[in-house]
């Protein structure tokens, strides 16, 4: 229930220096003087107060030496009287404080991302920046970090909410029109409704287009390295990393799995996935790899296909490949240049794995070809949760619909109604309008004490 007092270990569980436990509620800064001592009461003090003191069981004495900071309603992350606890890192002690509150039969431990949702509740925060918080807690690139940040700063919901109340504000003229239908009376021209329209859809689609550059921040770039035996493709994997990741070999088929690892290049996460060399084999365990290898081009978002001067190319293969992805996901990768640097081969980037040269040239293209050419900077407004750009796609929908019903000429009921859906699917974004179903599966996400 929204109104009990609830606990929760808010830094990670295990043996550290510092434990934080949170408890928020009405009666949060009450039922916690029932076991602190110290120099004052903390139903006296003010709020965003830190006050040192013990806390005391009847059964244990005293449990721990403890830092209790006081945060009184409105004026806390979850907008309700929060008290947090510090405590020295042992999980005997975290446990013991915990059993002693939910012992009283006034507080609960809190469910998965209790404290987030009740900042939403109270209207601390709107239900995008409440998802903006999973996403800051996750982040593991500085790119993904900051567009987390971005988000919980409030840009798109700052974004949002001003198009859904430019949708409003068209849909009262429509509004006024209807109260006034007898009197035939046109309080906005139609050729301007349908320029109000048309701003607003193509603020909408720059919202959706900027869903691919979003994503890439949030989620990183599956690279598959594919390729024949032989052309080096742990040998680049290990340049990348910077480290002897995966074997190298002039014996082909040495890799027989795929090996998966995790880079950062300019603040953007790539997985790469070495792949065993494509080509006919009676091996049953090379013949898996293979297999496995296809499927991790289907999977990829990117597949950087490798040649080398040696083995010349791969035509076959190539059209192999385009089974399973489309062209514009394929960067064409010549290795071995230190052996023919003038080498007639064609390729987007020309390397050696070797010496490293043309390595840089190739770190640019992944991050270009991640983005598809996409420009944004660190303050552009980027839609990264699927959710979101499902709102915005049917909000979209519906806008369209009032843009055909007005150049159609159709009865404003019909322009009224698409209007209202268009502003309730923008709505739900921000959280203005919402159900339990949605919350609860946005939260359940969270750790408990987030």
Do not use: W
Not at 12 to 29: E, F, H, M, Q, T
């Amino acid at each position: 229930m929204k109104e009990d007092t609830i606990i929760a270990l808010a830094t990670p569980p295990g043996v550290g220096a510092i434990s934080v436990i949170r408890l928020s509620g009405k009666d949060a800064i009450e039922i916690t003087d029932l076991f602190f001592e110290g120099r004052t009461r903390l139903v006296e003090s003010e709020s965003h107060r830190a006050h040192y003191g013990k806390l005391v069981s009847n059964e244990f004495g005293v449990i721990d030496d403890v830092i209790a900071t006081v945060y009184i309603s409105p004026n806390s992350y979850t907008g309700e009287n929060s008290v947090e606890i510090s405590c020295h890192g042992n999980p005997f002690i975290v446990q013991n404080i915990i059993n002693l509150f939910i012992g009283t039969n006034k507080v609960r431990l809190a469910e998965p991302g209790e404290f987030t949702k009740r900042a939403f509740l109270n209207n601390k925060i709107d239900l995008s920046q409440a998802e903006a918080v999973i996403d800051l807690i996750y982040s593991r690139t500085e790119a993904s970090f900051k567009g987390a940040r971005n988000q919980l700063d409030g840009l798109l919901s700052k974004k949002v909410d001003f198009l859904r109340k430019s949708i409003v504000n068209t849909l009262s003229y429509i509004e006024l029109e209807l109260d006034f239908a007898e009197e035939d009376v046109e309080f906005v021209n139609r050729n301007d409704l349908i320029k109000m329209l048309d701003e607003i859809i193509i603020e909408i689609d720059s919202l959706l287009e900027s869903y691919n550059v979003g994503k890439v921040i949030r989620d990183g770039v599956n690279v598959a390295l594919v390729g024949k035996p032989n052309v080096g493709k742990s040998s680049i994997l290990n340049y990348l990393l910077k480290e002897s990741r995966a074997i190298v070999s002039d014996i082909p088929g040495t890799t027989r799995d795929v090996i998966r690892e995790e880079i950062s290049i300019d603040g953007i996460l790539f997985r790469l996935f070495d792949t065993a060399g494509l080509r006919d084999s009676s091996d049953v365990i090379e013949k898996e790899g293979i297999l496995r290898s296809r499927e991790t081009v289907k999977n990829a978002d990117l597949v950087l296909f490798i040649e080398d001067v040696e083995q010349g190319e791969s035509q076959e293969l190539y059209k192999e490949l385009l089974n399973y992805t489309k062209p514009e996901r394929i960067i064409k990768v010549i290795n071995k240049i230190d052996i023919d640097p003038n080498t007639n081969l064609s390729g987007d980037v020309k390397i050696s794995a070797k010496t490293g040269s043309g390595f840089q040239l190739l770190t640019k293209k992944l991050v270009e070809s991640a983005f598809g050419g996409n420009y944004y900077t660190e303050k552009s407004v980027l839609v990264s949760n699927i959710r979101h750009y499902n709102c915005l796609k049917k909000s979209r929908e519906y806008l369209l619909n009032a843009h055909e019903s007005i150049i159609k000429n159709f009865s404003g009921e019909f322009v009224s109604v698409d209007l209202r859906n268009a502003a309730i699917s923008l709505g739900e974004i921000i959280g203005e309008v919402t159900n339990d179903d949605i919350l609860n599966n946005i939260f359940m996400q969270f750790c408990i004490g987030k």
